[in-house]
Nanobody, 121 residues
Framework: QVQLVESGGGLVQPGGSLRLSCAAS????????MGWYRQAPGKERELVAV???????NYADSVKGRFTISRDNAKNTVYLQMNSLKPEDTAVYYC???????????????WGQGTQVTVSS
């Protein structure tokens, strides 16, 4: 079982910045990908950004150029730097990890509890 602890959400004005953090712990042999999803009220959960173990990244078109995902592999931690925030970025942001518990078991998904990001003046 993996535990994901998120932090860094809050209220920010349009144009402002926030940095989300997510630390993974527990029975982890290897992390394949770490990333962030978000879900706004009345909408489906959507991918925001993902980082692979090979350091490649992928972003939703709506956040390209404004958000940056990064990882500290030694700490099993992923970050999401969010700049030039817009009201439409308001959502609950969820950390996710795709990992293996051992070398011989299939990969598993883990999800954080979510952290609220509100962009409003």
């Amino acid at each position: 079982q993996v535990q994901l602890v998120e932090s860094g959400g809050g209220l920010v004005q349009p144009g402002g910045s926030l940095r989300l953090s997510c630390a993974a712990s527990g029975s982890i042999w290897a992390i394949i990908t770490m990333g962030w999803y978000r879900q706004a009220p009345g909408k489906e959960r959507e991918l925001v950004a993902v980082s692979t173990s090979g350091s490649s990244t992928n972003y939703a078109d709506s956040v390209k150029g404004r958000f940056t995902i990064s990882r500290d592999n030694a700490k099993n931690t992923v970050y999401l730097q969010m700049n030039s925030l817009k009201p439409e970025d308001t959502a609950v942001y969820y950390c996710t990890v795709y990992y293996k518990r051992t070398a011989y078991t299939p990969p598993l998904d883990g999800w954080g509890q979510g952290t609220q990001v509100t962009v409003s003046s």
